[in-house]
């Protein structure tokens, strides 16, 4: 890969796990070898359950769009949060989990030391310029024993890893295309957020940035 200038000032090799909690782990480009495969599977999810805007309990439109692959997917409206088995806009099952993806959380998991991840959810999330993610835990899963696996494609993202309470203080995480995350533990339940996407655009994806977020839901 080209070297430029900037990356003399990086002071993380890039492939070097970075923690960033006491089980919470960056892997730096993790997913590159493997985009190339997950590309044409995501846009075949995408084709088969559309990207959409959900509703907050609140009545709030989200900013990022989103759908889902495996055998749940979480879904937002007036009702509350959830893990559904049916794509409510269809009410068909959601697009299976591909194994392309299954595999590389598996891997990503076991080398942050959580050796029987089992995902069953797999949430696409997808940022244009501007769009944000506000300060919030992930707690609609059955199991916090289970950690989650990200994986980020496209436009880089400035990461929010806050505490366990809501006003504690965040530290700032760049996020890259292929960088892969894994949180479990007592990191699971941390606050977290994503800063408004930055215009630009990324050679393979465009304005865009893609969160692929998998997690055992049920
Ligand atoms: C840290 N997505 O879908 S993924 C979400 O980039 C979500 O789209 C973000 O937060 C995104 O719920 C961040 C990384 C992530 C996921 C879960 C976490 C980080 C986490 C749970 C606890 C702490
Ligand atoms: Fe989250």
Same mark, same amino acid.
């Given at each position: 890969?080209?070297?430029?200038?900037?990356?003399?000032?990086?002071?993380?090799?890039?492939?070097?796990?970075?923690?960033?909690?006491?089980?919470?782990?960056?892997l730096?480009?993790f997913a590159?070898?493997?985009?190339?495969?997950?590309?044409?599977?995501?846009?075949?999810?995408?084709?088969?359950?559309?990207?959409?805007?959900?509703?907050?309990?609140?009545?709030?439109?989200?900013?990022?769009?989103?759908?889902?692959?495996?055998?749940?997917?979480?879904?937002?409206?007036?009702?509350?949060?959830?893990?559904?088995? !049916?794509? +409510? &806009?269809?009410?068909?099952?959601? %697009?299976? *989990?591909? =194994?392309?993806?299954?595999? #590389?959380?598996? $891997?990503? /998991?076991?080398?942050?030391?959580?050796?029987?991840?089992?995902?069953?959810?797999?949430?696409?999330?997808?940022?244009?310029?501007?769009?944000?993610?506000?300060?919030?835990?992930?707690?609609?899963?059955?199991?916090?024993?289970?950690?989650?696996?990200?994986?980020?494609?496209?436009?880089?993202?400035?990461?929010?890893?806050?505490?366990?309470?809501?006003?504690?203080?965040?530290?700032?995480?760049?996020?890259?295309?292929?960088?892969v995350?894994?949180?479990?533990?007592?990191?699971?339940?941390?606050?977290?957020? !994503?800063? +408004? &996407?930055?215009?630009?655009?990324? %050679?393979? *994806?465009? =304005?865009?940035?893609?969160? #692929?977020?998998? $997690?055992? /839901?049920?």
């Amino acid at each position: 890969m080209m070297q430029t200038e900037l990356d003399l000032f990086n002071p993380h090799d890039p492939l070097q796990p970075q923690w960033v909690g006491t089980q919470a782990v960056v892997l730096p480009g993790f997913a590159l070898q493997q985009v190339q495969a997950l590309l044409p599977v995501l846009r075949q999810i995408i084709a088969q359950a559309p990207l959409r805007h959900m509703f907050t309990p609140g009545g709030l439109k989200m900013a990022v769009g989103l759908t889902n692959c495996g055998a749940l997917g979480w879904v937002s409206d007036r009702h509350g949060y959830r893990y559904s088995a !049916v794509d +409510p &806009l269809s009410n068909q099952p959601w %697009p299976a *989990l591909p =194994e392309v993806l299954l595999g #590389l959380a598996n $891997r990503a /998991a076991s080398l942050a030391g959580f050796s029987d991840f089992h995902a069953d959810a797999c949430l696409v999330n997808c940022y244009r310029p501007g769009n944000r993610l506000s300060l919030h835990q992930d707690r609609d899963e059955r199991d916090f024993d289970q950690p989650i696996v990200s994986i980020s494609l496209g436009l880089p993202a400035v990461f929010l890893l806050g505490g366990h309470a809501r006003n504690a203080p965040t530290q700032r995480i760049g996020l890259r295309h292929g960088d892969v995350l894994v949180w479990g533990g007592e990191d699971r339940l941390r606050f977290h957020g !994503v800063l +408004p &996407l930055k215009p630009g655009s990324h %050679p393979l *994806l465009g =304005e865009l940035r893609i969160n #692929l977020t998998l $997690r055992k /839901a049920g």
